[in-house]
Structure formats: C-alpha cells, structure tokens
C-alpha cells in the first residue's frame, strides 16, 4: 500500500471546480486542496494537491484554531 506519511501541512488553497474537473480520471473531483509541509513553507515549489472527492481515504485533522483568511484585495 503507497500513501502519504502523516505530514503536518499548511493548506494554501481551497479551489472548488465549477462542474467537476476532467483531469482524465474518475471520479471526477469537485473539491480539491493545496497544501504544503511546514518545513517546506518557504520553498515555492514545494507542496502538493488533495482531490478531496477522489476514491483514495485522506485522513484531515486540524491541529491550531482557524484563523482569518489572507486576501489579496
């Protein structure tokens, strides 16, 4: 069994697809998450995409209060 290691992450995107996006797969995700590993906050290339709704189980646990988002206004 492959998998993601249990990481502590920072989310740096919500995207919701308006329909669920054809990325050649299915089911077709409707939901997805950017996220990226604390320690590699400061690499801009670092990080990596959940498809919340795909058939693979992700395990989600929030470990600090929810903060307000950061806009770009």
Do not use: K, N, Q
Not at 3 to 13: K, L, M, S
Not at 35 to 42: F, I, M, S, T
């Amino acid at each position: 069994m492959m998998g993601i290691p249990p990481t502590e992450v920072r989310v740096t995107a919500v995207v919701e697809y308006d329909g669920p996006a054809d990325f050649g797969w299915s089911p077709r995700p409707t939901w997805a998450l950017g996220v990226c590993a604390v320690e590699d906050l400061g690499d801009e290339e670092a990080g990596y995409v959940l498809h919340l709704d795909a058939g693979e189980p992700i395990e989600v646990e929030r470990i600090e209060p929810l903060r307000e988002p950061v806009r770009d206004d």
